[in-house]
């Protein structure tokens, strides 16, 4: 069975840092792709960061390059997703998630964690 169980959300105030985990079981993150997304208040989930599986390239949607940054630890099989300089309109519900990365999205989502809330303060 394949499980994604996140950590690290919580409250900051503008500028604060988060880091954001995901423990993946039942897949090696290694062989997947895996993806973070987000959700705002009222607004559709978007995609956030994606790392590829094998040479672990990464991606970060353009609006978020130069503060967030997504990694992943192979024999911990988790992957990570830093949060710097946060801003109040990157509040939301956050995600993990497993499944197929083409170009700059994940395409197929196989599996999603149970997100946790990320809230900035002014």
């Known amino acids: 069975q394949v499980q994604l169980v996140e950590s690290g959300g919580g409250s900051v105030q503008t500028g604060g840092s988060l880091r954001r985990s995901c423990v993946v079981s039942?897949?090696?993150?290694?062989?997947?792709?895996i993806a973070w997304f987000r959700q705002a208040p009222g607004k559709e989930r978007e995609g956030v960061a994606h790392?590829?599986?094998?040479?672990?390239?990464?991606y970060v949607t353009d609006s978020l390059k130069g503060r967030f940054a997504i990694s992943r630890d192979n024999d911990k099989n988790t992957a990570y997703l830093q949060m710097n300089g946060l801003k109040p309109e990157d509040t939301g519900m956050y995600y993990c998630?497993?499944?197929?990365?083409?170009?700059?999205?994940?395409?197929?989502?196989?599996?999603w964690g149970q997100g946790t809330q990320v809230s900035v303060s002014s």
């Open positions: 998630a497993a499944g197929v990365c083409q170009g700059w999205k994940m395409s197929k989502v196989d599996y």
């Open positions: 039942g897949y090696r993150v290694s062989h997947t792709c």
């Open positions: 790392i590829y599986p094998a040479t672990g390239a990464t």
